[in-house]
């Protein structure tokens, strides 16, 4: 079954400091999404990432705060740079995978800020 | 932009009891979706619909996509204290990759 491993899983950070978070995809996918859930609320999509070319931000959510990388097919990183406690969150990423499938999502990453 | 209402917010049922939950939007949308999040894991998908009047079931589990395609519900038969965690509403529109979400129900199963 395809699988979507996000790391780290949970992380507490000290405010000033940048997260990076992994995803791999065990297939090749065009697209990856990433999304922030905050506390109790709905996933609020960040930026969509395409392999070769610069991720598309949605209203809100600017570049120098959260960098993404995709490098290939199967894996993409975001940073939540130079954070505070208002970044505190769960932070997922998302691929369109095929068959059955459809948009899969990974377990998360648990971000504290202190 | 483009939004969905959920609702309801939260229920807390008795087990054994039917559930039903619905997502509306003033936006039309090709693909409806929905899923279930448990604490600490992400939103696994649940069922997929993807024509307006088409009614599709997963065990327990049936949703339907709205007639004017601004609308889908989801219900689930016979609760068991497993289906507890937090149903969410998704949407794509034509043309579009990207999903918008409800705010979700979080269902409560008393046993």
């Known amino acids: 079954s395809a699988v979507i491993s996000q790391k780290p899983s949970r992380d507490i950070c000290q405010r000033g400091t940048s997260l990076t978070i992994q995803c791999q995809v065990d297939s090749q996918v065009t697209m990856m999404f990433w999304y922030r859930q905050q506390p109790g609320q709905s996933l609020t999509l960040i930026a969509t990432a395409n392999q070769g070319s610069e991720a598309t931000y949605e209203s809100g959510f600017v570049i120098d705060k959260f960098p993404i990388s995709r490098p290939n097919l199967t894996f993409s990183t975001l940073t939540v740079s130079n954070m505070s406690p208002e970044d505190s969150s769960i932070y997922l990423c998302?691929?369109?995978?095929?068959?059955?499938?459809?948009?899969?999502f990974g377990s998360g990453t648990r971000l504290t800020v202190v | 932009g483009q939004q969905l209402n959920q609702s309801p917010q939260s229920m807390f049922i008795q087990e054994g009891e039917d559930v039903s939950m619905n997502c509306t939007s003033s936006?039309?949308?090709?693909?409806w979706l929905w899923y279930k999040q448990e604490p600490g894991e992400g939103p696994v998908l649940l069922i997929a619909l993807y024509k307006a009047g088409e009614l599709t079931s997963n065990g327990r589990l049936t949703a339907q996509f709205g007639i004017t395609r601004k609308d889908s519900f989801l219900n689930i038969s016979a609760s068991i204290p497993s289906d507890v965690g937090i149903y969410f509403c998704?949407?794509?529109?034509?043309?579009?990759?990207?999903?918008?979400f409800g705010q979700g129900t979080r269902l409560t199963i008393n046993p």
């Open positions: 936006s039309i949308f090709n693909t």
């Open positions: 998704a949407g794509q529109s034509q043309g579009a990759q990207k999903l918008v």
């Open positions: 998302s691929a369109l995978l095929g068959g059955s499938y459809g948009y899969t």
